[in-house]
């Protein structure tokens, strides 16, 4: 009964919670329609009034490009009549004697399609009085005809201005013997022509065609004799001979500029500058006027533009107006319609969102109402999720850390005697551990992801470091397994970059001990290319292809999920938590990139599973460039050449055949090493091979047997054999004097290119070294006493010289950078410095400037430089700073000790006895080499025990009575110790 009261009133509280919502969502409805339908009938407006106004904008853009097409076309008729009348005016000044056919032939030539308005073309003369007979004599002779004297009046001038030669493009109608000068309007104009020089258009002057008078006007030309050039009006009046006319109809002209658009636009022309209605010439609107209909009122809207335009000397007013006809149909009416139309729509979208904003709000008020519990409840269970993910974390790391103890006590374990049971148990132990470890790891990467804490480093490292250190732990498994293992990093894939290095060791171990725990047969190949380039960033592209199991399509689709794998059979056979994948999803998706897989089952079976990440560019002071040092040297040498490539692995022929196409060489593969030396037996090439890469291992023949077949070849040429195995090192012992060089595998980009650069710096003496045998080691004869300094920071070439030093006698000092190398010439005197050209805050050339700065017996000290930068440039730049002599690395050890014994003035010994001293050297173990903090740590302690000593009594001699010394008398302290190194 209480449970029912209680749900009644919540149901109660729920109803009223409802109704108040209901009530305040009609409200806020109302205020939504009404603001969207005001906004949507503010809308149209404004789009109606775009719309109108984009339709006046495209009018008048109408209106203007009618206007310009008009005058161009009125424009180019006056400048052919200027042209016409120019050439008559050059046709009467060569010869007196035109001839009417000669006229007729000139003017008919004439296309007068293109000069609508000129109605023909004059040519009239100056003829005095008083040789007016004698003027018809000769007129009737040039004409064929007599000459008829028609005058305008009756007023007598002693001069006439008679037209001889008259062509009209009007039938039956000639002016032929007319006295322009009887006419005083028109003699003014002549007159008027005669004293300007050139062409001169009249004033509107009444025209009859087809017996009708209209407006026109005269374009004249005066004509003056012959290779006379008048100047002055007086001579201008002494050398006229007479004028070149065309009377032009005005009123045809503008017609013929209006010929396909006087339906869109009105002209009006007026004579003079300025608009006068009582100087109007022309009015399209009154010639396609029809007489019988009224006039229409001028409409206000109609555009209007006024214009002055000047042909040959006379201006002309021109007003256009648009036609009614230019603006489109509709062009008023659409936004209006669109403006009405746009509002009834608004005002009915208002209404529906009314409907729907109300019904929104009641169901936002209904769960509010109802999902306050569940809401909570999700709430809980986020926070048991998180719980559970940091309890995950902590408890990881607590376990990670005593496993470290646990390896560590096995590790050391394992170098004590053991037996061989005891042995097996530590061996299982430290498997055991660091399986442990390894799903630990895969753990704490899991719960940092689920809360959120995985993140990426960014910091500048070498690529091709990392990877070799990838490599390093990979190759082992590979090598116990029997299969091979192989790296390609293409030419272009920049050597320093910017990200983290850590997780991307972490990816690449991920790929790479999975396709060696699943592969069987075969090999597996990493391959880092290039993808894409970015803004200085750079997009990688890594693939880890192997020959094992394959995985069904099927299951590829979950193989980055977490704790899932391909199926239960394999989780017991290969072990595994699953989560190996899913982190390194989760890791290149940090990197900005995607991760892949191809596979396929079967007795070709295979995978590759492939990731790509962005990586930016350097922080630091300088950027390392992206191409090798030497890769201009081995391309220069190997480019276009032939190299022969023996390897029963597919991968291995495949990388080779990649890294042989970087330096620009033709390679040359074999599987079988008996079919390669029968075909090269049967046909030789005709160029020398320059480069024969040869595995050691093969299943038919070793590498060595088939080097010693293939320089026992007639007819073939092969100037150098590199010899590669997947052995660390290979046997002395096997190796015989046709072997130029050896490459371990998995072969790195660095290793191949510096085996390249080895070949050609031993180019000229590989003849001798094949057949001679070696020199032997060289040694020091008294290398203790040799004070060397060796700055180089890269700690495995400072394993590789000290070795060499300590094979050869002597110890060195060592700098992990410039700022330490010239700290210890400061506090130290050496008798030679080794010095690296590339090193971390202060580089070797710069070193080299300061140390020979210095001043005193540490400037004059002999600086070699070892660098991997072997161009004559760089040699220069060496010497350039203030080295004493230059050797490209790869490190030739007899090289480098002739070289210190050069400078340092150190003698040798040669010969048998060199061999035995070396051996000895090579036996005793050798003192790890200290650097300079612990270097002066122990000077410091040193003194530190001399001090002390210093007043203690020496020790008794043997036989020695022990006396007293007597108060006062004088002792004698014991010597003091000397300072060792």
């Not at 790891?441 to 960014?458: Q, S, Y």
């Not at 590829?556 to 239960?568: C, E, I």
């Not at 330096?663 to 599987?671: K, L």
Request: proline share 5%.
């Amino acid at each position: 009964m209480k449970r029912t009261t209680t749900a009644r009133k919540a149901g109660s509280k729920v109803q009223g919670l409802a109704g108040h919502g209901i009530a305040f969502a009609r409200g806020r409805a109302w205020a939504w329609s009404v603001a969207v339908s005001l906004i949507g009938i503010f809308f149209c407006l404004y789009v109606a009034m775009l719309l109108h106004q984009q339709s006046e904008d495209a009018a008048l853009q109408r209106f203007n490009y009618l206007i310009e097409r008009f005058e161009k076309r009125l424009s180019d008729r006056f400048s052919s009549f200027n042209l016409v009348v120019n050439m008559g005016m050059g046709m009467a000044t060569l010869t007196d004697y035109i001839t009417r056919r000669d006229w007729q032939r000139f003017v008919s030539g004439l296309n007068w399609r293109e000069m609508s308005g000129g109605i023909g073309l004059n040519y009239v003369e100056r003829v005095r009085r008083i040789d007016l007979d004698r003027y018809l004599t000769r007129a009737a002779a040039l004409n064929g005809e007599s000459l008829k004297i028609r005058s305008f009046s009756n007023k007598p001038y002693d001069e006439l201005y008679i037209v001889r030669l008259s062509e009209s493009m009007i039938k039956d109608q000639t002016v032929i013997g007319v006295d322009m000068g009887s006419e005083p309007t028109r003699r003014r104009v002549l007159d008027w022509a005669m004293l300007n020089g050139g062409v001169t258009l009249s004033g509107i002057l009444p025209i009859i065609i087809n017996k009708q008078s209209q407006p026109g006007l005269l374009m004249i030309t005066p004509v003056y004799t012959r290779d006379s050039a008048p100047a002055s009006y007086l001579e201008r009046r002494e050398n006229l001979k007479g004028w070149v006319i065309m009377p032009i109809a005005v009123g045809t002209a503008i017609e013929g500029a209006l010929l396909d658009i006087g339906s869109e636009l009105d002209v009006t022309f007026y004579l003079g500058a300025n608009i006068d209605s009582d100087r109007l010439v022309y009015d399209s609107r009154r010639v396609r006027a029809d007489p019988a209909e009224p006039r229409q009122p001028r409409d206000r809207n109609t555009y209007r533009r006024a214009h002055t335009m000047i042909f040959s000397g006379q201006s002309f007013s021109l007003e256009y107006r648009a036609h009614s006809s230019l603006t489109p149909p509709g062009a008023k009416t659409v936004p209006l319609l669109v403006m009405l139309g746009g509002s009834v729509i608004s005002i009915l979208l208002g209404a529906g969102l009314w409907f729907m904003v109300a019904a929104r709000y009641r169901a936002e008020a209904l769960a509010r109402s109802m999902t306050s519990d569940l809401r909570s409840a999700k709430e809980v269970a986020e926070q048991a999720s998180i719980a559970k993910t940091q309890f995950l974390a902590m408890m990881s790391h607590e376990i990670r850390t005593p496993m470290n103890g646990v390896l560590g006590m096995a590790g050391l374990l394992a170098d004590t005697s053991l037996d061989q049971r005891q042995r097996h148990y530590v061996d299982v132990l430290q498997q055991s551990g660091e399986a442990l470890l390894a799903i630990i790891n895969d753990i704490l990467d899991f719960a940092k992801a689920e809360t959120g804490k995985l993140e990426i480093e960014h910091i500048d490292f070498d690529i091709g470091t990392e990877i070799d250190s990838v490599l390093e732990l990979v190759v082992s498994r590979a090598h116990a397994k029997g299969i091979e293992l192989a790296c390609f990093i293409a030419p272009d894939v920049p050597v320093k970059l910017n990200g983290d290095p850590g997780r991307l060791r972490q990816i690449l171990l991920n790929l790479l001990s999975n396709a060696v725990k699943f592969t069987e047969v075969g090999g597996v190949s990493l391959i880092v290319e290039t993808a894409d380039r970015s803004a200085g960033d750079t997009k990688l592209r890594f693939a880890v292809r192997d020959t094992g199991i394959g995985i069904p399509l099927e299951a590829q689709n979950r193989l980055f999920h977490h704790f899932s794998q391909v199926d239960a059979s394999t989780t017991r056979r290969f072990g595994g938590t699953g989560l190996g994948l899913a982190i390194c999803k989760q890791l290149v998706d940090l990197m900005h990139g995607t991760i892949g897989v191809d596979s396929r089952t079967g007795v070709l079976g295979g995978s590759t599973f492939w990731f790509t990440a962005w990586f930016g560019p350097l922080q630091g002071k300088a950027a390392a460039s992206t191409v090798q040092p030497d890769q201009a040297a081995i391309t220069a040498a190997f480019k276009g050449r032939q190299i022969l490539i023996v390897d029963d692995n597919p991968i291995n022929r495949e990388i080779f055949e990649r890294y042989v196409a970087s330096i620009g060489a033709t390679a040359i593969t074999a599987s079988e090493p008996e079919i390669v030396l029968d075909e090269l037996r049967d046909q030789p090439p005709r160029e020398p091979i320059a480069l024969a890469i040869v595995d050691q291992v093969m299943p038919t023949m070793s590498g060595v047997d088939f080097v010693r077949r293939l320089r026992a070849l007639p007819m073939l040429k092969v100037e150098n054999v590199v010899l590669s195995s997947s052995a660390l090192f290979i046997d002395q012992h096997e190796v015989h004097e046709g072997i130029d060089a050896q490459l371990p595998k998995p072969v790195r980009r660095s290793s191949f290119l510096a085996c390249m650069m080895a070949l050609i710096d031993g180019s000229r003496h590989a003849a001798a070294r094949r057949g001679h045998g070696s020199d032997g080691p060289a040694v020091f004869a008294d290398g203790g006493a040799l004070r060397i300094l060796l700055a180089e920071d890269n700690q495995v070439n400072q394993m590789l010289v000290t070795a060499i030093l300590a094979r050869a006698g002597a110890r060195a000092d060592i700098a992990g950078n410039g700022l330490e190398a010239i700290e210890a010439m400061r506090s130290r005197a050496y008798d030679v410095v080794l010095m690296d050209m590339r090193m971390p805050d202060l580089d070797g050339l710069e070193a080299t400037r300061r140390i020979r700065e210095l001043g005193g017996a540490p400037s004059r000290v002999p600086i070699i430089a070892l660098t991997a930068n072997a161009t004559q440039d760089d040699r220069r730049r060496c010497l350039e700073a203030g080295m004493n002599d230059f050797m490209a690395k790869p490190i030739d050890a007899n090289d480098l000790i002739q070289k210190i014994s050069l400078h340092a003035k150190a003698k040798l010994i040669e010969g048998a006895q060199a061999r035995r001293t070396a051996a000895e050297h090579e036996a005793t173990p050798a003192m790890a080499p200290l650097s300079m903090e612990q270097q002066d740590a122990l000077a410091s302690l040193l003194s530190s025990l001399e001090s002390a000593t210093a007043n203690d009594p020496a020790p008794p001699l043997p036989g020695a009575a022990n006396t007293t010394p007597l108060p006062g008398a004088a002792t004698t302290a014991p010597p003091r110790p000397s300072s060792t190194r």
